[in-house]
Structure formats: structure tokens, C-alpha cells
């Protein structure tokens, strides 16, 4: 596909690749409309302006995520608002989400939007986040970065938000190299962010602008590159999960491992990255002295994401808890996932952790 891109010369941001990515996502995902970005987190701000946020209003963050969420609300000139996550489900806690929105609301701020985080490839808790955002009047925006193919509730990731996104970074199960997607059952929506993400160039042959626009717009090059790998996403994830039960088969029996929670279970999940808890009273260290004997032994072991409240960035912005978030970021690792691991790799990182153990 990418030899068909460049012998057609179509190698800028426009052109065939994109509309047939975009055709064959909304296939895949059972979502209206598609628009093909270079990145998740400028498929995120173009959500946040359809949604019409604007400088002074507010926005409900998870607090245990990567920061892209939390920068977009800032390009609006918005405020996130963070909110802790469940001790259970490491998701945006709903609870917390309702006493967020009324104990600002009742500040007189004008709180808009939930985004809601699918932490490494799990759904947040659809159920309850669809109908508290209905009742009170918040737009669902679903950052679904690193959840393609997961599922929820018999739908898609990705088909859960009035406007959702999905990453194609290189990180990802399926990628362009860099580059993103932003979906909704709204045309109207995605129409006007295309029309944002091409310099908000009119149509005619004149340069003609009436609104600020942005330069987000997915190259026709990278979108062949992200097509070619889309049918072998079932495989990826079937080789993920694989990947996972070789670590659950040899280190939960280990004192102190939990391994993270899987919302509706292992057959609805991407099985993006295996995340664990490690609670060192039980397990015999840390999961930071765990990460720093995995980098003497060049192994790439990575900590959680660290909470948005203690961000020097995001320190003077609102959060509701938060406590649960740090405690749970300071006990995690994330083990080496990638859909190519060997069963020899994974035999060495997984005596390299049973070394440090009290088993
Ligand atoms: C939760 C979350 N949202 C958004 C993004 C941003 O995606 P991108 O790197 O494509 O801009 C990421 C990146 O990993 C992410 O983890």
C-alpha cells in the first residue's frame, strides 16, 4: 500500500489512503464518520473545540493517565479538573466525576466535557460515565488512545464518546509511525474538524480562511502504512495475549503481585501492555528499585504514569482525591508487551523479577 502511495504521487496530506483508512475504521470500529490526524492528541484538541470548549471552561481528566488529555484542555485555554480513579478498576472514578462537576458547578464553573481515559487498552466504565454525562449535560469524549480492538459492552472502543480518539503512534498495536483518529456519529462534527486540521482552507483556488486552522492532517504516505497493518490486528492482539498469560502463568504465583484490572475481562481487551502492582512489604522491594535493577540490566521495564495533580505543570488545577492514583502509580510497572516478544525474552525478564522477590 505504501508502493501504491508513492507511484501515485499522492505523498501529502490528502489523497486516497486517508478516506479508505477512514472508511475502513468506521467499519471496523460500528462508528458514523472517521478523520485521519497526525497525532491522538490533535485528534484530542479538535474534539475539545467541537465539544466548544473555550477558554475558561472546564473539563474532568482522569488523573492517572499520560498527559495528552490534560495539554489538550490547555491548547483550549481550559482548565482540567482532576479526578481520581477507582481503587479497583484503575478507571475515572464516576462517583467522583458527579461530586467534581456539582462542587464546581456550584462555584459557578462552567464544566462541559468528561474525557475519559481507556488506561492501557482497558474501557473506563461506560455504563455509568454514557448516562452521568447525559444526565448532566457533559460531552463524552472518549480518549480510546491505546484501546483499538478492546471492547465494552458489546461495542467498540473508540464507540463509546460523542467524539472519541484512538492513537496511531509508533507505540501502538497498529501505527503510521505517528498519527491519530478522531470518530463520532456526528458528521457534522467531524466535517468541521477536517475542515479545522487543513489550515481551514476554503474550498476554490483562492487561499481563502475564515476561521484559525490548525496543520493536523494525517499524511496520505502514513495512512497507507497504518492500512497495510490494520488486517493483522486480530493477530496482534491474539500474540499479546499470549505475551500476557506467559507473565500471569509464571509471576502470579509470586508474594505481592497484582496484575492490573481488566474491566470486562481478557476477551474484551487489546492486551495493549501488561501492567502490574507490586506491594513491596509482600513483594520484597519496590516497583522503582524493581525499575532501576531493570535498566542495569538493559531491560525497558517503565513506571506508571505519573498522576496529573502532582505535575509541576498542572499543580495550581482543581482535583478531586487523588490519593488512590499516586498510590497506585508508585506501586506500578509496565512489563515489555510488544506483539513480537520471545518466549527466551520473556524467560529473562521474568527471572530478573523472580530474582528480586521474597519467593
Ligand atoms: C491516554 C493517551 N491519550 C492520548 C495520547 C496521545 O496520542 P499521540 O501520541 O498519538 O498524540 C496518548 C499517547 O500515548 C495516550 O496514552
Known amino acids: 500500500m505504501l508502493r501504491e502511495a508513492l507511484d501515485s504521487n499522492w505523498v501529502a496530506p490528502a489523497g486516497p489512503q486517508l478516506s479508505a483508512l477512514e472508511s475502513e475504521i468506521t467499519g471496523l470500529l460500528g462508528v458514523g464518520h472517521a478523520l485521519a490526524l497526525n497525532s491522538g492528541t490533535a485528534a484530542l484538541h479538535l474534539a475539545l473545540l467541537q465539544a466548544k470548549i473555550k477558554a475558561g471552561d472546564e473539563v474532568i481528566v482522569p488523573t492517572l493517565t499520560f498527559a495528552a488529555p490534560a495539554h489538550a484542555v490547555s491548547y483550549c485555554g481550559a482548565t482540567p479538573v482532576f479526578v481520581d480513579c477507582g481503587r479497583l478498576d484503575w478507571s475515572l472514578d464516576p462517583e467522583r466525576v458527579l461530586q467534581a462537576v456539582q462542587a464546581r458547578r456550584s462555584l459557578g464553573k462552567k464544566v462541559k466535557a468528561v474525557i475519559a481515559v481507556d488506561l492501557y487498552g482497558v474501557c473506563a466504565d461506560y455504563r455509568a460515565l454514557r448516562s452521568l454525562c447525559s444526565e448532566h449535560g457533559l460531552v463524552l469524549i472518549e480518549d480510546a488512545a491505546g484501546a483499538l480492538g478492546s471492547s465494552y459492552g458489546g461495542k467498540r472502543a473508540g464507540a463509546w464518546g460523542d467524539l472519541s480518539i484512538i492513537s496511531l503512534n509508533g507505540n501502538k498495536i497498529i501505527t503510521c509511525g505517528g498519527g491519530g483518529l478522531l470518530l463520532s456519529n456526528e458528521e457534522k462534527w467531524i466535517e468541521e474538524?477536517?475542515?479545522?486540521?487543513?489550515?481551514?482552507?476554503?474550498?476554490?483556488?483562492?487561499?481563502?480562511?475564515?476561521?484559525?486552522?490548525?496543520?493536523?492532517?494525517?499524511?496520505?504516505?502514513?495512512?497507507?502504512?497504518?492500512?497495510?497493518?490494520?488486517?493483522?490486528?486480530?493477530?496482534?492482539?491474539?500474540?499479546?495475549?499470549?505475551?500476557?498469560?506467559?507473565?500471569?502463568?509464571?509471576?502470579?504465583?509470586?508474594?505481592?503481585?497484582?496484575?492490573?484490572?481488566?474491566?470486562?475481562?481478557?476477551?474484551?481487551?487489546?492486551?495493549?501492555?501488561?501492567?502490574?502492582?507490586?506491594?513491596?512489604?509482600?513483594?520484597?522491594?519496590?516497583?522503582?528499585?524493581?525499575?532501576?535493577?531493570?535498566?542495569?540490566?538493559?531491560?525497558?521495564?517503565?513506571?506508571?504514569?505519573?498522576?496529573?495533580h502532582l505535575q509541576p505543570a498542572y499543580l495550581t488545577a482543581p482535583r478531586f482525591g487523588g490519593e488512590i492514583a499516586e498510590m497506585i502509580a508508585s506501586q506500578g510497572i509496565v512489563l515489555p508487551s510488544g506483539s513480537a516478544l520471545t518466549p527466551g525474552q520473556q524467560d529473562r525478564i521474568v527471572k530478573e523479577l523472580s530474582k528480586l522477590s521474597n519467593d
Open 193 to 308: 474538524a477536517r475542515q479545522l486540521s487543513q489550515q481551514a482552507r476554503e474550498t476554490g483556488p483562492n487561499f481563502h480562511h475564515h476561521e484559525v486552522g490548525f496543520n493536523y492532517r494525517l499524511s496520505n504516505l502514513l495512512a497507507a502504512v497504518g492500512r497495510a497493518q490494520l488486517p493483522l490486528l486480530q493477530k496482534r492482539i491474539e500474540q499479546r495475549r499470549t505475551v500476557h498469560q506467559r507473565y500471569r502463568k509464571s509471576l502470579e504465583r509470586l508474594p505481592g503481585v497484582n496484575f492490573m484490572p481488566l474491566g470486562e475481562g481478557e476477551a474484551s481487551w487489546n492486551a495493549w501492555l501488561t501492567a502490574l502492582q507490586i506491594i513491596a512489604p509482600d513483594f520484597g522491594t519496590s516497583a522503582e528499585k524493581i525499575g532501576a535493577h531493570f535498566n542495569t540490566v538493559g531491560i525497558e521495564v517503565r513506571p506508571l504514569c505519573k498522576p496529573m
